[in-house]
């Protein structure tokens, strides 16, 4: 029923009955009675195709089959070993599926426009044969899942559109495999899908040039404090990727919705303030918004060049750090399209990182020990048993000071009179008697 639709449809548009017979058969198509060929470009481009099987010259460099109604791609969409296949355009169709073979044909593309048709999954080996892509377009579609691994191969990989999907989770992984210098990254778009949380230390770990083209506007972001701090520094630092779409950047909160981030009650945020102590080393970034950048450091004027040295033309190393390093520096960068100023204000507190807070603790420690300490003799006054009533005898009278000591060291055996005298806590010092060699007694009358 379905193919005599669509062969009236096809004889009521354009196509003579013979053209309409070829698109509906899924053995490979001529390619040069249904498209416009120019050399190495093919255009097959809004011929009303259902599927993509194609008999394709091996010299195909570009491929347009967008604007079409093909719904899957199979690993036998094309026979032919597409070695110089760099662009294929397949947007604006209704692309459901992709096999995991669909382009081990075409292991040279360079550009792959996938946009605009319905896929909802990503797979872990999809894109794997892609190792020269460039750039991915995957914006408007149905997406809501993506393998943690479904780009890892992709190494040449500059931009990847992953707007006016269904994410809910960022895709982190895509910017930590190409976090380093080296890297020829430059975009991730995830703007307009349904992320309510950031990786918000990860991102702030991250060199500006790659936060620079992180587009993550008209989500469904929780609003917070973190979340505010990120987006106020991007937005001081100018990086395009907040600057460019400042009102578009909102977040919900019970009871409100698409609040501005920039607006929320949070600390004001300031750029770019490092503070150390004395004797320390420290380190300043020139973390630009672009690479391969020329770069150069102006100190503030009351800084000798002495204390300062340059590191990988990047960074600037201070130290041991003096009171009169306090200042604003500058690092200015320069490329062929962009200029780029950092104002860094150094603060160095005017003691050690011993003495400003070891000491600190010291003087808690001391304090604590104070207080132990007359609390034990509090409890000494006032709880330990005096020796009264059951000392030698039973009746010596407490008013008769010098009799209850005589009695209470003469009822001491001989052999530890002493001992017995000290534990007691009665240091004898008896200046008044004659004779005395230290001013003790011994427990018999003879001094020692």
């Excluded at 096809?10 to 001529?30: H, I, M, S, T, Y």
């Excluded at 204000?345 to 050690?352: D, E, H, I, L, P």
């Excluded at 009533?389 to 010596?396: A, L, Q």
Aim: charged letters at 20%.
């Amino acid at each position: 029923m379905m193919s005599k639709r669509c062969f009236i449809l096809f004889l009521l548009l354009v196509f003579p009955v013979v053209r309409a017979n070829r698109l509906l058969k899924r053995k490979p198509q001529n390619h040069q009675k249904l498209c416009v060929c120019a050399s190495d470009i093919i255009s097959c481009s809004n011929v009303s195709l259902t599927n993509a099987t194609f008999d394709l010259p091996q010299h195909t460099a570009v491929l347009d089959l967008s604007f079409n109604s093909i719904t899957q791609l199979r690993a036998t969409w094309t026979s032919t070993n597409l070695n110089q296949l760099q662009t294929l355009l397949l947007n604006n169709n209704n692309l459901t599926f992709l096999s995991s073979e669909a382009f081990v044909h075409t292991t040279s593309l360079r550009y792959l426009d996938l946009s605009s048709n319905r896929l909802a999954l990503l797979d872990e080996i999809i894109f794997e044969p892609l190792e020269k892509l460039e750039i991915l377009l995957l914006f408007n579609n149905c997406i809501s899942q993506i393998d943690r691994s479904a780009f890892h191969s992709m190494v040449a990989l500059q931009k990847l559109y992953l707007s006016h999907n269904l994410i809910s989770r960022f895709p982190l992984e895509v910017l930590k495999e190409r976090s380093k210098e080296d890297s020829p990254f430059k975009l991730l778009d995830v703007s307009s899908n349904r992320i309510k949380v950031l990786p918000v230390k990860e991102l702030q770990a991250m060199r500006a040039w790659l936060k620079n083209g992180v587009y993550f506007h008209n989500n469904t972001l929780t609003c917070s404090c973190e979340l505010h701090d990120l987006v106020a520094y991007w937005h001081l630092r100018e990086l395009s990727s907040v600057s460019d779409f400042a009102d578009s950047h909102k977040c919900n909160m019970p009871g409100k919705q698409n609040e501005k981030i920039l607006k929320l009650n949070c600390s004001e945020v300031k750029i770019l303030k490092k503070e150390g102590y004395l004797e320390e080393t420290m380190v300043l970034d020139c973390d630009t918004r672009q690479k391969y950048m020329a770069k150069r450091w102006v100190l503030p004027g009351n800084i000798s060049a002495n204390n300062t040295t340059v590191l990988n033309g990047n960074f600037l190393n201070i130290g041991p750090l003096k009171v009169e390093d306090s200042g604003v520096y500058t690092c200015y960068a320069t490329n062929d399209s962009l200029s780029d100023t950092l104002h860094i204000t150094v603060v160095v507190f005017n003691s050690t990182k011993r003495g400003g807070l070891e000491d600190l603790k010291t003087a808690y420690t001391t304090l604590g020990a104070c207080v132990v300490s007359i609390v034990l003799i509090l409890v000494y006054l006032y709880v330990t048993p005096h020796c009264c009533s059951f000392c030698s005898g039973g009746n010596t009278e407490k008013d008769d000071t010098g009799e209850s000591l005589h009695s209470s060291t003469m009822s001491l055996p001989l052999a530890h009179g002493e001992r017995g005298a000290e534990a007691a806590g009665f240091p004898f010092r008896h200046g008044d008697l004659q004779g005395s060699k230290n001013g003790r007694l011994n427990p018999i009358g003879e001094d020692y």
